[in-house]
C-alpha cells in the first residue's frame, strides 16, 4: 500500500472518529480553507475541519483559553523552472487562542498557537530532503472573529512543518497564512 493511500485512510478515520463523538453537536463545529505561501516557488491550500469549536477553559494565571482540536488536510506544490513537485499532508492539531483585543468594539481579535502532528507523502520536496514522513505542525497567528453571531473568522499565521530532529535531516518548511473559517 502506498503512502498516499496511507493518508487518505488515516483521513477518513480521523473524521470518522470525530464526527461519532457523543459530545458533537453541530454548533460546535467549522470547516476553513487556507492559502499557503512558502519559500522560492512554494505554495498550497489546506482544507481543515475543527470538531469541537471552542471549549473555554479558565486558567488562574493566564484566564480564559480557547481550545478545540483541528484535523487538516495540505495540498502543497512546488514549481521552479521546468520541474513541478506536488506534496500531501494530513495533520491533527489542538489549537489554543486567547482574546487579546476587541477592533470597533465588536470583533474579537484573538492570537492564536498549537503543535500537532502531520503525515506527508513524500520526504524529498521543495528542493529539500524533509528527512522523515512524520511532521509536526507548529503554528502562531492572528485571528478576527465577525459577522452574523461571529461565526466567520480571518487569521493570519505562521505555519512551520519538521520533524523536530527525529531525523538526521530536517530543514522544515515554512508558510505564510490566510485562512477563512466558518462556525457550521
Known sequence: MNIKKNIAILFL???STLFSSQNLYASEQAVAIDYLHGEQELSGI??????YQTQVTEFEWLGDLDVYWEV????WEFGKENKHETNYALALSPVFSKQFDTLYGKYPLKWEFGIGVSLITDTRFAGKNVGSHYQFEDRLGVIMEFGEQL???VAIRYMHYSNGGLNDHNPGLDFLNVSYARRL
Request: positive net charge; glycine residues 0%; proline residues 6%.
Open 72 to 75: 487538516s488536510l495540505n495540498f
Open 46 to 51: 489546506r482544507l481543515a475541519y475543527r470538531p
Open 151 to 153: 461565526k466567520s473568522s
Open 13 to 15: 478515520l480521523s473524521v
